[in-house]
């Protein structure tokens, strides 16, 4: 696999990105909704790692994942030139939804917590189990929800 889709460390998948200008205001302070994307993307390559690519699961099981609801706890800002990391667990599979708690760090400081959870579609948008194959590639990430 590619280092683009980051590393699993004992069962959080962790991937670094690096804050450019595109992503802040004009204070050069991350806007709040790149955040949602930076937590799209380590889910998207957390899926590959997991040999999971979205288009082939499109195409073979004519269904994909759309978020369900989402929380966000903005706790301090990242900046222009950081290099944060977000660190992605499954907390959660369901018959038709993945749980997910997502962190973005910098170092040693946690600054965005998002809790996601994802449904599994079929074409015409109606929620659909599962298959069998992704929920397996997915187990082995599964984590108990960290309290406080």
Do not use: K
Request: proline share 5%.
């Amino acid at each position: 696999m590619s280092e683009l889709s980051g590393r699993i460390e004992n069962g959080t998948h962790c991937l670094p990105i690096r804050v450019y200008y595109e992503d802040t205001d004009s204070g050069g302070i991350v806007y709040y909704a790149n955040y949602l994307r930076y937590a799209e993307r380590a889910r998207t390559e957390m899926l590959r790692l997991s040999g999971i690519n979205q288009s082939e699961m499109a195409s073979r099981y004519g269904m994909a994942f759309a978020v369900r609801d989402c929380t966000i706890d903005f706790r301090y800002p990242a900046r222009l030139d950081d290099l944060i990391e977000v660190r992605s667990r499954i907390v959660d599979l369901a018959g038709a939804t993945v749980s997910a708690v997502q962190a973005v760090w910098r170092g040693t400081e946690e600054l965005v917590r998002i809790e996601v959870r994802v449904a599994c579609l079929r074409g015409d948008g109606r929620p659909t189990r599962i298959p069998a194959p992704l929920r397996q590639a997915l187990e082995p990430y599964l984590q108990p929800r960290e309290q406080g």
